[in-house]
């Protein structure tokens, strides 16, 4: 009776994980190489989605609204 619960608690350990890592590796605010990409943020087209789930939102019609750093 206990297998359910351990399964269910894995599924939700397993999948916390991977989004921790999807946020670590593919998210602009994190800069893992300080010497070539010190300000990741700033190199980002307004056109890249980096947003897991967007509802009603089509990046590709968005306009450059920021300088070039």
């Avoid at 921790?20 to 990741?40: H, T």
């Avoid at 590709?60 to 609204?65: A, E, G, I, M, V």
Wanted: charged residues 25%; aromatic residues 14%; contains cysteine.
């Amino acid at each position: 009776q206990l297998i359910p619960l351990f399964v269910i608690i894995g599924c939700g350990g397993v999948g916390a994980s991977l989004y921790l890592m999807r946020l670590a590796m593919f998210n602009p605010d994190v800069s893992w190489d300080k010497k070539n990409n010190p300000e990741p943020w700033n190199k980002m087209s307004p056109n890249d989605q980096y947003k897991l789930f967007s509802i009603n939102m089509d990046y590709s019609r968005l306009k450059k609204d920021r300088p070039d750093f």
